[in-house]
């Protein structure tokens, strides 16, 4: 993982306001790559998304689009917490 830290010394800061101790420079920390780690069941939920969604919208086809999207996200998010805890419970 490579990370790179740059400073930058505040001096317009110091210009304007008073500050205790104007040496004290702003640093920030930026990290090139973020590290995920999925859990176990996270392949199996991404290979059965596709037939969630199907599914989701046949069912909620009444609905205006807006209400529809709503609803297939809510379901998905359901559909997501069932495998979590189904892997859980494993």
Known sequence: MCEAVFVFHNTAASQWAAIPFPEVALMVRIA???????????????????????????????????????????????ACRAVARLAELQ
Do not use: G
């Open 32 to 78: 090139s790559e973020s590290v995920s780690v999925k859990p176990e069941w996270h392949q199996a939920f991404l290979r059965m998304l596709p037939a969630i969604e199907t599914h989701a919208r046949i069912a909620f086809r009444h609905l205006d689009p807006e209400a529809q999207e709503e609803a297939v996200q809510e379901a998905v998010c359901n």
